[in-house]
């Protein structure tokens, strides 16, 4: 022990996995400001009868040992069972009746052809997706610059409309949760270094994509052991920086002094607790911004492909052939391999939900039961590119006492942040 005291502000993924490694050295003090640890990293425990209860993720699902390289040994290191997850991705429009699924043979593409579809666009889409990896591939090797936005790539590069939002938006915003806007907006380069690590800018060579056994509280839960001092229901007020420490401040209005902070927030948040910010923290904490993305826990099949051969891991449903809000709905069952008995989905954009009671299962509409949870996503603009260039200035910045740490870069990088 060093005998630093370091208090970690926010306690998901990104805290906590900081905590855990300063703690071999260091007195980790954790506040996080809901009732519960693990932030995105949420997973619920529902009754499965006969069975024991099961863990279901709400947040952070799926991850690859060839991508996510510290968190496979953090994994490791807390003796934490994974096993393998389903990828696929599967399309419903209501618009022009096209359905299709990626990653389940051809038993999942079979159906773009049926009868009354426009075969003729349907298959010129699956033309074109190896030319689009290859664009996407080039682009990356040139160096497009650094603010062109996905639309801006797909319009210079003539990639119709139809090949937008029935194959590109869905890929983006489905791995990425967020709706097809945003996506548009999101900077090309960063979306496709992303979709490469991620063996996404091929037809083969994904890597095999894994699952924590139990969900991610057996993680968090373990991970948390090593800390310290865990505050949980203690929201941060200010953080400010002396020449001998750093002073944290709670809702509460109480103040205590420590060696070193690590912010581990998503950046809007860290910039309003920086009493004062520098400059340097304004520009590219100050350049991240997020969109509400509310999540709903449920176990209503309807909203998977009617076709089982078209069920999915990802299911993309346009309400019409014009980039619109999507809903998106994960299945648990294949990405978290649960027993088939009953469907558990996660529903991103659900059009009509009644607020989740506080014991967490509710009765929506649709679907018919469920809990919602609230995630956050981060917005794009033309911040990425400015903002990674210049996230070395934030680190240990104003006497290296200061960490930021959190979603920001992990949403470039996806692995759960700080991995
Ligand atoms: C629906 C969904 C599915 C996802 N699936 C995957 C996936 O399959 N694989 C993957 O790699 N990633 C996935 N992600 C992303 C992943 O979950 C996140 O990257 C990761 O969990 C973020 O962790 P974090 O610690 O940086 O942030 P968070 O989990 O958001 O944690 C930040 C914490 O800080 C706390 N906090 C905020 N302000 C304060 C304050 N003032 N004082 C104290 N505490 C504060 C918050 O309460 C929160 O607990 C998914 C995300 C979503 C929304």
Redesign the pocket.
């Known amino acids: 022990m060093t005998g630093r005291r370091i208090a970690v502000?926010?306690?998901?993924?990104?805290?906590i996995t900081a905590g855990y490694v300063l703690s071999r050295a260091d007195h980790v003090t954790i506040?996080?400001?809901?009732p519960r640890l693990?932030?995105?990293?949420d997973t619920h425990l529902v009754e499965s009868p006969p069975g024991p209860p099961l863990g279901v993720d709400?947040?952070?699902?799926?991850?690859n040992e060839r991508t996510y390289p510290l968190l496979t040994r953090l994994f490791a290191e807390l003796g934490v069972a994974t096993r393998p997850a389903e990828m696929s991705m599967s399309v419903r429009c209501a618009g022009c009746g096209l359905q299709y699924a990626g990653k389940r043979g051809l038993g999942g593409l079979l159906p773009g052809l049926a009868r009354g579809l426009d075969r003729r666009r349907y298959l010129r889409m699956l033309t074109e997706i190896p030319r689009f990896h290859r664009a996407a591939r080039r682009a990356l090797r040139r160096r497009t610059p650094p603010d062109q936005t996905l639309g801006e790539f797909l319009r210079a590069r003539r990639f119709g409309g139809y090949f937008t939002a029935h194959f590109a938006l869905p890929l983006v915003a489905a791995v990425w949760?967020c709706p097809p806007g945003t996506a548009l907006r999101y900077p090309a380069r960063y979306l496709f270094a992303f979709l490469a690590n991620h063996g996404m800018l091929s037809v083969s060579g994904a890597p095999p994509w894994r699952t924590v056994t139990g969900g991610s509280r057996c993680y968090v839960e373990r991970a948390a052991k090593r800390l310290h001092e865990i505050r949980l229901s203690?929201?941060?007020r200010a953080v400010r920086r002396h020449p001998g420490g750093v002073d944290v401040t709670d809702a509460a209005g109480q103040a205590r002094r420590f060696d070193a902070v690590v912010i581990?927030?998503?950046p809007d948040?860290a910039l309003r607790?920086l009493d004062p910010p520098t400059r340097a923290e304004r520009e590219v904490l100050g350049a991240f911004t997020y969109t509400p993305?509310p999540?709903l826990l449920h176990t209503d099949a309807t909203v998977l492909p009617a076709r089982p051969g078209v069920r999915a891991s990802w299911n993309y449903e346009l309400s019409g052939c014009a980039p619109a809000r999507p809903r998106i709905s994960y299945h648990l069952n294949r990405l978290q391999d649960l027993p088939a008995g009953q469907d558990y989905l996660?529903t991103?954009g659900a059009r009509s939900t009644r607020a989740a009671s506080s014991t967490g299962w509710t009765t929506p509409t649709p679907p018919t039961s469920g809990s919602s949870t609230s995630?956050t996503?981060p917005a794009a603009g033309r911040w990425a590119a400015s903002a990674a260039a210049t996230t070395s200035a934030t680190r240990g910045a104003a006497s290296g006492r200061t960490w930021t740490a959190?979603?920001p870069r992990?949403?470039w990088i996806?692995?759960?942040?700080?991995c």
């Open positions: 502000i926010g306690g998901g993924v990104s805290g506040f996080e400001a809901g693990g932030g995105h990293a709400t947040g952070f699902i799926v991850y949760s203690t929201p941060v581990a927030t998503h948040q607790l993305n999540a996660v991103l995630t996503c959190s979603w992990a949403a996806w692995p759960a942040a700080g």
